[in-house]
C-alpha cells in the first residue's frame, strides 16, 4: 500500500475542486458534462484478429511508478473521455529533467501540473514529453498531473467501447495487450506496476462505474450526475486498469472459508440480471479449488467480481473480469478467475511468455472439469486441445514476434499447446511436485504482485522435482511440432515381449522429443501399464508380462501431446521359434537401430553384406540373453543381407535402410 504524504493531501482535495470545475466549463458544450471453453477462446480472439503488426511506442523509463489518480467523466451514450491522471513516481536517475507517458494521438493532452505550476506538453505521435521544472534527484518521491480529453481511437481493438444495450447507452475498456495508452496517459509496459490507485468518475444519473478495487462511494455530483470512487491497494499492470459504465444491475455472491468471506461483485445489465444470477456463483466453487490447489486469492482484502459489457470473450481486469453475455458460463468464469494468480497477481514480464497468463488459465479451467466434474469429462477437454493443436502445427509457444497481436493471443499455441506443456510438466513430475512448485513459483517473494519469464517457472520446477527441465522447454516451449508414434510389439509364447517406438516429427524443428510414454496391454482379466523412457525413434525394451497380450493402448490416460500413434502386436508362435525363424529382425526398413531377436543361444558370427557383397561395419548398442541391438545410421539407404550365426545354425535376412 503508498500512502499519500501528507504535504501533498492538501493540493489533492484542491485538485479535486479545480478538475471538476473546470471540466464542467470546458467541456460545456457536450450533451453533458462530457461450446465450451475452446469456442470461448476463439470468440476471445475475434476482438484482436483485426490488429496485426502493431509497434509498441517506447518511452524512456527514468522513473518507478508508485500511484494513479484518475478523475474522469465519461459519458457511456458519447465516444469522448476527458479528466485528469495524476502519477506519482520515484526517479531512478541521478537527474530527472523531463518524465514520458504514451497517449493515443487522437486525443488531446492539454496541459501537466508539476509542484503547483502548469507546463507545457510535447506530443508527438503517441508519446507525450513533459520538461520538469526543476531536475528531480534520483529516488526522490514526486508527482505530476496530466489534463486530457478527445475522442479514443477506433484501433479495433475495443481498448475503449459503446453499445446500447434494451436502449440504454454503455461503454467499457480493454487495454491488453496496448491499448491502456488509447484512453489514459499511461507507462504501458511489463516492467513496473503501478502501487495502487484510485479512480473517481462522474457520470449521468442512473448510471454505475465497475472498475478495479473496492467501491468506496458513489454520490450524486450535482442534479444530472453520479460520482463514483474506486480504490484498489495492490500492484497492477497498466493494462489491468478498466472502467466499465451503464445502468448496471448489482448483486453479490460469496465465497467463504472458516470465518473470512470474499465478496464476488457482479454488475450485470438490468434485463440480464436473472438469466445470469446462477451462472456468476460457479467462481465460488473454482475459487475454492484454486485456493486448494495454489494459494489464496490474491486480493483477498477487496472483492473479485464481474462486470457485464459487450465483448465476444472476457477480459481478467483485477478484481474484476469484464464478460459479454455468453461468456457467462463455467468455463469462461473458471478461465478469468484463474487469470486473478496467472496473469494479474503474477504477471507474464514480457509478451512472449504470454502463455504464463493464457496457458495456466486455460489449463486451470480444465483442472475444474477435472475436479468439479470427474475424470472423464477432463480426458474430453484434453483430447479437444489436442485436436486444436494438431490441426494447426505451426510456430511455438514462445512468441517470436510481439508486434502481431494475433499470434500473441494465438489459440492452439499461447492457449491450448501452452495449458498441454502444462499437462505434461504435471505428468512428468507427478502431482505433488508439480503442484507444489506452482505453489513456491507463486509465492516467490521476487515475483508476488510483480512480472515472471518462463525461466522463473523452470527454475521452481527444477528446484522441487530435482529434475533438468532444459530439454523439454528447448523441445516443447522453443521448439514447434509434435510428434507422431509407431509402436511395434513382439510377444513370444513364454510371454517375454519386446517393443519397439519409433517417433516421427511432422512439421517441426525439434529433432526429437524426449518423453515418458505410458503404454496399456490388456489381456483376459489382466492389464497394466508400462512407463517407457523414449529417449530416441527406434529404442527397443524388453519387458516380461505374466499373461497374453490382447489389445494395446498408446497414452491410455491422455497424458501426451502428440499428433497420431500407430500400434501393431505380433505373437511369435512355437514352431517360430523352433522350426524356422529363429531369428527375427525389427524394426524392417529401420533408420538408426536394428533389433535382432534370437534364442538363448550364443551368437557365435554376425555380418552385413550390402548388395555388391561388401562387408559393413556396425556397431553393437545393446544386448541381452534374447536380443542384439545396432547401430546403423552409418549405413546409406537401400538393402542389406543380414547374416547371424549361433551354435545351431546360420541364418540370412534382408532389410532395408531408410532416411
Not at 472459508?257 to 450485470?268: F, K, R, T
Not at 524388453?542 to 505373437?571: A, C, G, H, M
Amino acid at each position: 500500500m503508498h500512502i499519500i504524504p501528507m504535504r501533498t493531501f492538501a493540493y489533492f482535495i484542491v485538485s479535486i475542486l479545480l478538475l471538476f470545475n473546470n471540466s464542467h466549463s470546458l467541456y460545456a458544450q457536450e450533451n453533458w458534462l462530457v461450446q465450451d471453453n475452446i469456442d470461448f477462446l476463439k470468440s476471445k480472439n475475434q476482438l484482436i484478429k483485426s490488429r496485426h503488426e502493431l509497434s509498441q511506442t517506447i518511452i524512456t523509463n527514468n522513473y518507478d511508478l508508485k500511484y494513479h489518480r484518475f478523475y474522469l467523466i465519461i459519458d457511456p451514450a458519447q465516444r469522448y473521455i476527458s479528466g485528469s491522471v495524476t502519477s506519482y513516481f520515484v526517479a531512478t536517475r541521478e537527474q530527472m529533467n523531463s518524465i514520458q507517458f504514451q497517449l493515443d494521438e487522437s486525443l488531446t493532452a492539454d496541459s501537466a501540473l508539476f509542484e503547483s505550476k502548469t507546463t507545457a506538453i510535447n506530443h508527438t505521435g503517441n508519446v507525450i514529453t513533459i520538461p520538469l521544472n526543476t531536475a528531480i534527484i534520483g529516488g526522490r518521491l514526486d508527482s505530476i498531473t496530466i489534463f486530457y480529453h478527445g475522442v479514443p481511437g477506433l484501433s479495433g481493438f475495443g481498448s475503449f467501447e459503446n453499445y446500447v444495450h434494451n436502449g440504454a447507452p454503455s461503454m467499457w475498456t480493454l487495454s491488453e495487450p496496448y491499448g491502456a495508452s488509447d484512453w489514459w496517459p499511461s507507462k504501458n509496459d511489463l516492467t513496473d506496476k503501478i502501487d495502487s490507485i484510485d479512480i473517481y468518475v462522474v457520470m449521468p444519473k442512473g448510471n454505475h462505474a465497475a472498475s478495479n478495487g473496492i467501491l468506496v462511494s458513489e454520490t450524486p455530483y450535482n442534479a444530472n450526475s453520479t460520482f463514483a470512487h474506486w480504490k484498489h491497494r495492490y500492484p497492477i499492470a497498466s493494462y489491468l486498469i478498466a472502467i466499465g459504465v451503464t445502468n448496471y444491475a448489482r448483486y453479490s455472491d460469496y465465497y467463504r472459508a472458516g470465518s473470512d468471506s470474499i465478496e464476488i461483485l457482479n454488475y450485470v445489465y438490468p434485463e440480464d440480471s436473472a438469466e445470469l444470477r446462477a451462472s456468476t456463483a460457479d467462481a465460488v466453487k473454482s475459487m475454492a479449488l484454486f485456493e486448494q490447489l495454489f494459494s489464496p486469492y490474491p486480493f483477498t482484502k477487496e472483492k473479485y467480481g464481474h462486470a457485464q459489457c459487450n465483448l465476444q470473450g472476457g477480459m481478467e481486469h483485477q478484481t474484476m473480469t469484464f464478460l459479454g453475455k455468453n461468456q457467462f458460463n463455467p468455463n469462461v468464469i473458471t478461465h478469468e478467475l484463474a487469470h486473478q494468480w496467472f496473469g494479474d497477481m503474477i504477471t507474464c514480464g514480457s509478451w512472449q511468455d504470454i502463455w504464463l497468463n493464457e496457458g495456466f488459465a486455460t489449463y486451470c479451467s480444465g483442472l475444474s472439469n477435472e475436479y468439479l466434474s470427474g475424470e472423464n469429462k477432463f480426458k474430453d477437454w484434453i483430447n479437444a486441445l489436442r485436436k486444436e493443436v494438431v490441426s494447426n502445427q505451426q510456430g511455438s509457444v514462445f512468441c517470436p514476434d510481439t508486434t502481431d497481436i494475433s499470434r500473441i493471443f494465438s489459440n492452439e499455441l499461447t492457449y491450448y499447446k501452452g495449458a498441454l506443456l502444462l499437462h505434461m510438466l504435471r505428468w512428468l513430475l507427478g502431482d505433488i511436485d508439480f503442484f507444489q512448485s506452482i505453489r513456491n513459483y507463486l509465492n516467490d517473494p521476487e515475483l508476488k504482485n510483480g512480472f515472471a519469464h518462463t525461466s522463473d517457472l523452470k527454475k521452481h520446477l527444477e528446484n522441487q522435482s530435482g529434475k533438468d527441465l532444459t530439454r523439454f522447454f528447448a523441445d516443447w516451449f522453443y521448439g514447434t511440432g509434435v510428434p507422431s508414434y509407431v509402436v511395434h510389439i513382439d510377444q513370444q509364447p513364454n510371454l517375454s515381449t519386446l517393443v519397439t517406438i519409433n517417433q516421427t516429427q511432422y512439421n517441426s524443428n525439434v529433432s526429437f522429443f524426449d518423453m515418458v510414454l505410458p503404454i496399456e496391454f490388456k489381456g483376459e482379466k489382466n492389464d497394466t501399464i508400462i512407463l517407457f523412457d523414449h529417449t530416441y525413434s527406434g529404442q527397443t525394451f524388453e519387458s516380461k508380462l505374466d499373461f497374453r497380450i490382447d489389445s494395446v493402448l498408446f497414452d491410455p490416460e491422455d497424458k501426451i501431446l502428440y499428433n497420431q500413434s500407430e500400434v501393431t502386436l505380433n505373437y511369435i508362435s512355437q514352431n517360430q521359434i523352433e522350426y524356422g525363424d529363429r531369428i527375427l529382425i525389427s524394426p524392417n526398413p529401420s533408420g538408426k537401430l536394428l533389433k535382432i531377436q534370437y534364442k538363448s543361444e550364443s551368437i557365435n558370427y554376425l555380418q552385413i553384406f550390402n548388395l555388391n557383397g561388401c562387408p559393413e561395419i556396425t556397431i553393437p548398442t545393446k544386448q541381452t540373453d534374447s536380443f542384439l541391438e545396432l547401430n546403423i545410421q552409418r549405413l546409406q539407404s537401400g538393402m542389406y543381407i543380414l547374416k547371424v550365426g549361433t551354435t545351431e545354425c546360420i541364418e540370412t535376412k534382408k532389410f532395408i535402410v531408410i532416411r
